[in-house]
Structure formats: C-alpha cells, structure tokens
C-alpha cells in the first residue's frame, strides 16, 4: 500500500511539474496541427466536389444567376421559380466572385468556408481578450471550425455568412468594450445578418438586453431604438424593391 501510495504521490507531483507542462502543451500543440490539416482536406474536398450535397444548393446558384444578369428575383412574375426563404445578402457576397470565377458551387463554397474560419479567427481572438492562453484558444477555435463543417454550413448556404454576421453582432462590441462606435458597426451587422437569413436578427436582441442589463440602461435603449429604426427602414426599402421578399423569406 505505501508503495503504491508512494507512486500516485510521484505521479502527481510530475503532473505539476513544467515538465509535464511543456509535454502536454506540445502534445496539444501536435493535435491541433493535425486537426488543421485534417479539416483544411475535408474543406478541400467540400469545395471540389462537383455535384450538389443537397437540392437547395442549385436554387443558390439560380438566384445569383439573376443578380448576375440583371434580374430581380423577387418580383411576382418570376414565382413560383425564384420562391426563397433566405434573404439575398449571400448571393450579393458571391456575385462578383461568381461574375469573375464563374457561377459554380465551387465559388459558392469557398465563400462559405472562408465566412466559418473567420467566425472561428474571431472566437479565438474574444478567448485570448479574456485571458485563455494562445494555444487553448486556438484548440477552441478548431473544435469550433471541426462542427461547422459538418452539415449544410459549408455548403452554397448563407448561413455560414449569417453565423459571421451574427457573432460579429455580439463579439465586437464586447471585443470593444461596447463603445459607441462598435455599437453603431455591430447594428449595421445585425441588420445585414438579417438580410442574411432572418432569425440571425436575434444578435441584436442579445447585445440589446445584455447592455439594458448588465452595461447601462441608457445605452442599451438607445441601441434597441436605433437597431429598430433601421430595421424599419431596411423593411420599406425592401417592400418597394422586393414586392414578393417577405413573402418569400418570412411567410413561407
């Protein structure tokens, strides 16, 4: 029993050690080299794969065929063909790539998977603001990076652009110490999320009720007040140009 006491006692005594510190930090440092590598061949594979992972995918590429020629995919005469119940902000990230590169799911996808490693850039850059060391902050980002290229995220989707949008809505403000300026960027964000696809709009309430409670009441009424002002805006804006928009991204 003393023996076996003894051994428990200089094994725990080598898990405090900088030794057994520099080991596990190497260790995790090897996984996440090869996580990364990993998950950059499986995006690669995503981004070359030339045909369709599900049927949305080619009503993507319709739509932003026809902002490419010109043609407003919300109006009635072009239903139920263009009928869509995303918005439209992707498609317009995509078009100049599209006009450019060409209409394919490639460029689509690429857009996608470079909209999720910025949303995993900016949870590691929140994490070291925080204080977590460098390299646990990176394996979070990975974990993070890992999951969203699971499932349809990384696919000609607008929601790996909507998920950007809607942590940059939250995080930068945070990242800046909700200054007036971020708080005003982080809006403008919220609202584009929204055109993203619409329930990405809750950012806006997140960063609302958490000022309103936890920052200062007065700025986070003020920024309630200004995130609905431009969302009623964008709203009339939309209504006169995209006749069939809400029709489309709301009722449907």
Same mark, same amino acid.
Request: proline share 5%.
């Given at each position: ?5 003894a051994?428990i006692t200089t094994?725990?005594?080598f ?5 057994a ?7 995790? %440092?090897?996984s996440?080299?090869f996580?990364?590598?990993w ?5 690669w594979?995503?981004?070359?794969t030339?045909y369709?992972?599900e049927?949305? &995918?080619g ?7 026809f902002?490419?020629?010109g043609?407003n995919p ?5 239903h139920?063909?263009?009928t869509?119940n995303?918005?439209?902000?992707y ?7 599209? %006009? ?13 998977i470079l909209?999720?490693?910025a949303s995993?850039t900016?949870?590691?850059l929140?994490?070291i603001?925080i204080?977590?060391s460098?390299? #646990?902050?990176?394996?979070?980002? %990975?974990?993070?990076?890992a999951?969203?290229?699971?499932g !349809?995220?990384p696919?000609?989707?607008?929601? *790996?652009?909507? &998920?950007?949008?809607f ?12 200054d007036?300026?971020a708080?005003i960027?982080?809006?403008i964000? !919220?609202i ?8 990405f709009l809750?950012?806006? *309430? ?7 409670? #936890?920052?200062s009441?007065g700025?986070?009424f003020t920024?309630g007040?200004?995130a609905? !002002?431009?969302l009623?805006l964008i709203?009339?804006v939309l209504?006169?140009f995209? &006749?069939?928009?809400?029709l489309? %991204?709301?009722?449907c």
């Amino acid at each position: 029993m003393s023996k076996l006491l003894a051994s428990i006692t200089t094994f725990y005594k080598f898990l405090l050690s900088s030794r057994a510190k520099r080991i596990s930090i190497f260790a995790l %440092v090897l996984s996440l080299a090869f996580f990364i590598v990993w998950t950059s061949n499986y995006a690669w594979t995503i981004i070359t794969t030339p045909y369709p992972a599900e049927y949305r &995918e080619g009503a993507t590429l319709l739509l932003t065929d026809f902002f490419i020629h010109g043609r407003n995919p919300f109006f009635l005469e072009n239903h139920p063909l263009m009928t869509n119940n995303y918005g439209f902000l992707y498609n317009l990230v995509v078009l100049p790539f599209a %006009v450019l590169f060409g209409n394919t799911l490639a460029v689509h996808r690429t857009i996608s998977i470079l909209c999720i490693l910025a949303s995993c850039t900016m949870i590691v850059l929140t994490l070291i603001k925080i204080d977590l060391s460098l390299p #646990f902050a990176i394996a979070c980002g %990975v974990i993070l990076l890992a999951s969203l290229l699971f499932g !349809g995220i990384p696919l000609a989707h607008p929601d *790996g652009l909507g &998920e950007f949008l809607f942590l940059f809505t939250i995080l930068f403000p945070f990242y800046r110490n909700f200054d007036p300026p971020a708080l005003i960027v982080s809006v403008i964000t !919220g609202i584009l999320a929204f055109l993203a696809k619409p329930y990405f709009l809750l950012s806006i *309430g997140i960063v609302a009720t958490y000022l309103f409670l #936890f920052v200062s009441k007065g700025r986070g009424f003020t920024y309630g007040i200004a995130a609905f !002002g431009s969302l009623v805006l964008i709203t009339y804006v939309l209504k006169v140009f995209f &006749e069939c928009y809400f029709l489309d %991204v709301i009722l449907c």
